[in-house]
Each structure stands twice: as structure tokens, then as C-alpha cells.
């Protein structure tokens, strides 16, 4: 049976994912449409077409391979120089441009002269390319509020579970006490399983996140504290002391690098599902905008870590990167839990709400052939046009974005090869939940 549902939670991701690639595609088509742009094909997935049908002028269907999509715009790319639009050069280099450039035109139609990519305004072509990542933020906006206003999260709540016996360092044990080991504060304040924070020296308690802030800004002080028990609130004492703990940031969350010393009570939180308020959803959704940024500006760094999982064996950190595979194992792997049905479908909202949040932000970068090259190319034509009109000199025309082909393809052949790794690493030594 937990074979099946294995299986089943695999599928249930596969069709998601293929969501979100539609949905991202359908902005570039709608918004193409939109500006009379020609548009013979809108696909889901490479490879072998699967399915298609022809409505209108365009024939949508879905191929075998679902890691991505594409619409075929005509006219992507501007004629050369020369107006012609064939090879032209035994150049490697201009072979690509060259090939690249007749791709763009292969389609073409009478009476399609007016219908083309290149011709339309700068602004109008920002549009059709950013339309395509704006509709995997606007997916992931609506998944996550679905999750944290509707669903909950499982988070650490201000109400104890455990009560630590003495005071131990970051990463030993707190089942068992050294002989030398002083007892914990919340051990002497009294502390109980059950106990619910009402306040912390003064300071009235909502979140976990801020009693465990309030908590390590207070080494050395002797503390009020108001609990709840059995329906009365009572009044604690406690002697914070200070503690080596591991680092957090500052949600709460522990982050790498060597323990620091803080304030220390000695108690574990509960865990509970928690709703948030669309102020904390929107916060929390920052925070997760923030770490996405920083994560993309760190996968180069993850390349050697990647690499020893496959070829070592090396456990995968917490933080290593995944692909479409290890994320379609991990919704297999909550499926085939024994938990609840609820629990299994917020993991699911959370895994595709931060897909489609990585879509926006990876397709954002401005490199070609990602969606983000070609807004590039068009915002440089609009300054250098302007600035033209500004110095009077002759309209330059468009920006031939053809001619970063061959960068386009180093930038692909990059993630390709990374790709292939990260799928490599997934598939050999796959990262687990805990």
C-alpha cells in the first residue's frame, strides 16, 4: 500500500508541475496574443509531442519530457544587418547566430510582416517576457497564502513540551545530565510540560519566534514569568543564564555557522498548526523571497557538495539543492507517511508554491535564453534609443539579441550540466525528510 501511495503522491507532484509550466507559458501567450504577435505553437514539456491540436493559428499540446515549456513567437530575432535572415559564414559563431536567427523566422507567413516579436515596442516586449514568471509569483503568492492563512503551518508555539534538567552546550544530549551540569532555569522557575507563555518580563508573548528572542537577549537577569497551567495563570521566577546555543536568524530559523552564547531557559516548544494573520503571510512570504535570492546567489558554491554525493557518497546537506526528481520523490515520500491527509496536502502546497516561486526568481536572471535576457535586450534598446534621441543622433534600430546566441548557449550548456548533477544527486543520494 505505501508502495502505491508512493506512486501516486509522484504523479500528484507531475501534474502540478505541469500546471505551473502551463501557467507560466499561458502568460507569454495571452500577452503575445495580446499584441497581435504571431504564435504558431504553445507547448508543455520537450521531447516527443504527446498530444496536440491546432485552434486557430496556434497548436498547443504537451510533449513527453515535462521539465519546462516554450511558445514559438515569430520573429524573435531582427534580420542581420544585411536584411537577410539565411547562413551566411563558415563561422562557428555565426552559425549560431545565423541558425538562430532563421529559426525565429521558419513560420513565416504572408501578411505576418506586421506580427513579428522584434517589431513590437520595447515596453510591449518587457511585457510578453516578464508575463511568463509574473504568473509562476502570482501562483506562488496565492499557494502560500492558501497555506498560511487557510492551512496553517506546523511551527514551534510559545508552550512547553519538555523541560531540560540542567544546562548542556548546542548539540549534546538534554536527556541526560553531566554530574557537573548546573540545573536549567526553567527547571528551578518550576516550568511544567503544558506550560503556555503568557509574558516574558513584561513583554507579552504571541509567537514562539519572539519569546525565543526575548530569551536570549537576557543573560544574567532574573525574569518574570507569566504561564498558563490548567486554566490559571501563574507567576515564575527565572535566572536566565547564558548558554552556547546555535545560531538563528531572524525569524527564528537556525542557520549556519559556529554556536554563540545568548540568554538560556532550558525548555523545548511544542509544535502545533498555526494560522497566520495576512500580515505574518506576507512577512513570511519576504523572508522566503529573501532566502530564494540568496540561495540562487549561492548554487555555484553548491557545485562541489553536489558533486561528492554522487561520486562519494557524502550525505547531502540540508540545504543542497534538488531538482524536479528529488522534489517528485520527496511528495512520493510524504505520501507513503502515515499522517494526516491534511498534513500531506499543506507539504504539497508548500513544495509547488516554492517551485513556482524559484521559476520566478531563477527566469528572472538576466541571461539569455532566460526570460530575463530578453527583457534585458529590450530595456538596452529603450536606453540607447532614447539616449540617441537625446543626442540627436540617428535611431540605432533594434537590439539584435541574436548576436548573444553563443553566450546563450555557454549559458545553457552551464545548466544543462547542472541539471544533469543535481538529477544525478537526487536519483544516487537523495536528500530525505527527517
Not at 540607447?384 to 553566450?407: C, N
Request: hydrophobic share 45%.
Amino acid at each position: 500500500m505505501s508502495n502505491l501511495m508512493w506512486v501516486l503522491g509522484i504523479l500528484i507532484f507531475l501534474i502540478g508541475l505541469l500546471f505551473s509550466i502551463a501557467w507560466h507559458e499561458l502568460g507569454h501567450l495571452s500577452t503575445a496574443k495580446l499584441f497581435k504577435i504571431r504564435v504558431p505553437q504553445y507547448m508543455v514539456g520537450f521531447g516527443p509531442t504527446v498530444w496536440s491540436r491546432k485552434k486557430g493559428e496556434t497548436e498547443y499540446g504537451i510533449k513527453a519530457i515535462p521539465l519546462g515549456g516554450y511558445i514559438r513567437m515569430i520573429g524573435m530575432f531582427p534580420p542581420g544587418a544585411d536584411g537577410r535572415i539565411t547562413k551566411r559564414s563558415s563561422s562557428p559563431w555565426r552559425t549560431m547566430i545565423e541558425d538562430a536567427r532563421e529559426a525565429s523566422y521558419e513560420e513565416l507567413q504572408p501578411g505576418d510582416e506586421h506580427r513579428l516579436f522584434y517589431t513590437r515596442k520595447p515596453w510591449q516586449r518587457v511585457i510578453v517576457m516578464f508575463a511568463g514568471p509574473f504568473m509562476n509569483l502570482i501562483l506562488s503568492v496565492v499557494l502560500f497564502l492558501l497555506l498560511f492563512m487557510g492551512m496553517g503551518v506546523q511551527t514551534a508555539v510559545p508552550t512547553v513540551s519538555t523541560v531540560s534538567q540542567c544546562v548542556v552546550k548546542a548539540g549534546q544530549p538534554t536527556d541526560t545530565c553531566p554530574t557537573d551540569a548546573p540545573k536549567s532555569p526553567a527547571n528551578l522557575a518550576g516550568l511544567r510540560a503544558g506550560d503556555r507563555f503568557v509574558s516574558f518580563d513584561g513583554d507579552e508573548i504571541h509567537s514562539y519566534k519572539q519569546l525565543q528572542a526575548d530569551i536570549r537577549k537576557s543573560p544574567g537577569k532574573q525574569v518574570p514569568i507569566v504561564v498558563e497551567r490548567g486554566g490559571q495563570r501563574l507567576t515564575l521566577t527565572a535566572d536566565i543564564t547564558s548558554n552556547t546555543v546555535n545560531p538563528v536568524d531572524k525569524d527564528g530559523r537556525t542557520v549556519k555557522g559556529g554556536p554563540v552564547t545568548a540568554g538560556f531557559l532550558g525548555f523545548t516548544p511544542t509544535t502545533g498548526v498555526v494560522r497566520m494573520s495576512l500580515g505574518e503571510s506576507t512577512d513570511e512570504m519576504y523572508s522566503m523571497a529573501e532566502h530564494g535570492v540568496s540561495s540562487l546567489v549561492a548554487l555555484p558554491g553548491k557545485v562541489p557538495g553536489l558533486w561528492h554525493a554522487v561520486v562519494d557518497g557524502t550525505p547531502r546537506s540540508t540545504d543542497s539543492p534538488i531538482g524536479m526528481v528529488g522534489a517528485a520523490r520527496l511528495g512520493g515520500d510524504v505520501f507513503a507517511m502515515d499522517i494526516p491527509a491534511t498534513q500531506q496536502l499543506a507539504f504539497f502546497v508548500q513544495l509547488l508554491a516554492g517551485i513556482n516561486l524559484s521559476l520566478f526568481l531563477f527566469n528572472m536572471l538576466p541571461l539569455l535564453p532566460l526570460d530575463g535576457g530578453h527583457i534585458a535586450g529590450a530595456i538596452w534598446e529603450s536606453v540607447r534609443r532614447r539616449l540617441a534621441g537625446l543626442l540627436k543622433r540617428p535611431d540605432p534600430g533594434p537590439f539584435d539579441v541574436a548576436k548573444l546566441m553563443p553566450f546563450a548557449y555557454v549559458v545553457a550548456t552551464v545548466f544543462i550540466c547542472f541539471t544533469v548533477l543535481v538529477m544525478a544527486a537526487d536519483v544516487v543520494n537523495p536528500v530525505k525528510l527527517n
